[in-house]
C-alpha cells in the first residue's frame, strides 16, 4: 500500500523557495565515472520494452497543476527566486512533463513544492543497477540499532536542498511543467 501525500491546492507566495543564487553543479558534485555516466542522455535513457501508451498514461495521471492556473502563473511571476531556478524553452522540445503541486511544510502558512516527475523516472535507467548510495535520509537515522549502549544522533535537513542542484542540460526537456 502506498502511502498519500497530502497535497494542497499551491499558493504561489507560499511556495519556500530557496534566497539565494548559490548552486551545486551536480555533475562537478559527482566523482568522475558517475560524473560521466550522467552527462550523456543516451547513457541514462532506458528505452527497452517501454511503452508509448504507459507513458502517456503516466503523463495524464501525474502532469498536472496541484492548484488555480491563476496561482500557477503567479508563482511564474513572482520576482524573488533565483536566477537559474528555472529554464524556459518551448513546449515541444519537453520530452516528458512533471506534476507541479504543492504540501504543507511544518511552518505554519509555508509549502513545499512537488515536481511528480514519474513520466522521466519511467524513461530513465534505475539508478539502483549501478549502485545503491543510499539515498535513504531519515531512515538511516532511524534504522540505527544499539544493544545496552545510548546512542547521541543528531540529523539536519539542509531546506530547500534539491532546489540548489544544477542538473545537466540534456535532462531539462524531461522535467517540463504543465502549460
Not at 55 to 77: C, F, I, N, P, R
Not at 122 to 137: C, H, I, T, V, W
Amino acid at each position: 500500500m502506498f502511502k498519500q501525500i497530502p497535497m494542497v491546492p499551491l499558493l504561489a507566495n507560499a511556495l519556500d523557495e530557496p534566497d539565494s543564487n548559490k548552486t551545486v553543479d551536480m555533475l562537478l558534485a559527482l566523482d568522475a565515472e558517475e560524473s560521466q555516466f550522467y552527462a550523456s542522455e543516451s547513457n541514462l535513457l532506458d528505452l527497452v520494452a517501454k511503452s508509448s501508451v504507459f507513458m502517456q498514461d503516466l503523463e495524464t495521471q501525474y502532469a498536472l497543476v496541484g492548484g488555480s492556473h491563476a496561482e500557477y502563473v503567479k508563482y511564474w511571476h513572482r520576482t524573488d527566486l533565483p536566477d537559474m531556478m528555472w529554464q524556459w524553452q518551448l513546449a515541444d522540445r519537453a520530452k516528458s512533463f512533471a506534476g507541479f503541486t504543492a504540501v504543507k511544510k511544518k511552518t505554519e502558512g509555508a509549502q513545499r513544492k512537488l515536481l511528480m516527475a514519474c513520466p522521466a523516472n519511467y524513461l530513465m535507467s534505475d539508478p539502483k543497477s549501478r549502485a545503491d548510495e543510499g539515498m535513504r535520509g531519515a531512515a538511516a537515522i532511524t534504522s540505527i540499532h544499539a544493544c545496552n549502549q545510548s546512542v547521541d544522533v543528531a540529523s539536519l535537513d539542509e531546506s530547500n536542498a534539491f532546489s540548489y542542484v544544477i542538473t545537466p542540460e540534456w535532462m531539462c526537456p524531461y522535467f517540463s511543467t504543465p502549460l
